[in-house]
């Protein structure tokens, strides 16, 4: 109990049904049932019970990720002679005694798409899947059930199966606005009492309270929890 307790005074609020391999995050972060590899997240964001992301996931700051999200690993070498794992790895069969290839899993390691990059602002909604290799925008929006299958941009909205973009979130105006400031950049404690309800006005008050010296960007700075939290 005071290891949870301590790690909460850090800004991390975990389950203790938690687990990841390695865990660096900006506090505060909030995390429920999870399992994952080895998970970056930024301030203010959080992720709902039963996410499932093996892989190197990085997920921005003000993101708010809804139950059952997954990513996934790697594919199967579809241009080798098989597609079985057992041509570069051991874990699988290792009761088999089956030779090390060093050179072979060095091979498929290379051959493996780039990490899950989620950017900041984003919403997921529940049951989604994202494959290894695609780049969630700023500021995008999934709907629940939809299987990404390829990047998507800044302020989009998409659904569906596979997932197409349905409209974009505001203007392209105030995208390039948005886009410009980077407002996530900035803690929320020292925002104030914005006008968050509305867009437009809420990043003149933030310009001008940059002007004036008052906001200044935090610092990114992760905290690391290794292994699996008791």
Not at 29 to 40: C, D, E, H, P, S
Request: charged fraction near 25%; hydrophobic fraction near 40%.
């Amino acid at each position: 109990m005071s290891k949870e307790i301590d790690w909460l005074s850090r800004g991390l609020k975990h389950v203790p049904d938690a687990r990841w391999k390695l865990l660096k995050f900006e506090a505060p972060v909030k995390l429920k049932k999870i399992v994952a590899g080895n998970l970056t997240i930024g301030a203010w964001s959080y992720i709902q019970k039963g996410a499932s992301m093996p892989g190197n996931v990085l997920i921005g700051r003000y993101c708010s990720i809804a139950e059952n999200f997954q990513t996934h690993l790697p594919d199967h070498p579809t241009h080798w002679l098989s597609t079985s794992t057992c041509q570069y790895q051991r874990t699988q069969f290792d009761h088999w005694m089956l030779p090390d290839l060093p050179l072979r899993k060095k091979a498929i390691l290379n051959a493996r798409a780039p990490d899950v990059i989620i950017g900041n602002d984003v919403w997921i909604g529940r049951d989604v899947t994202i494959p290894r290799g695609c780049v969630i925008g700023d500021g995008a929006i999934i709907a629940t059930g939809a299987v990404v299958t390829k990047d998507v941009p800044a302020f989009a909205v998409v659904g569906g199966v596979p997932a197409k973009t349905i409209r974009m979130r505001f203007s392209a105006e105030l995208v390039k606005r948005l886009n410009d400031f980077k407002w996530w950049q900035y803690d929320r404690n020292d925002m104030g009492q914005i006008t968050f309800e509305d867009p437009y006005r809420a990043l003149d008050e933030l310009q001008k309270m940059v002007e004036q010296g008052k906001l200044t960007p935090r610092e990114v700075k992760y905290r690391k929890h290794p292994g699996l939290p008791e």
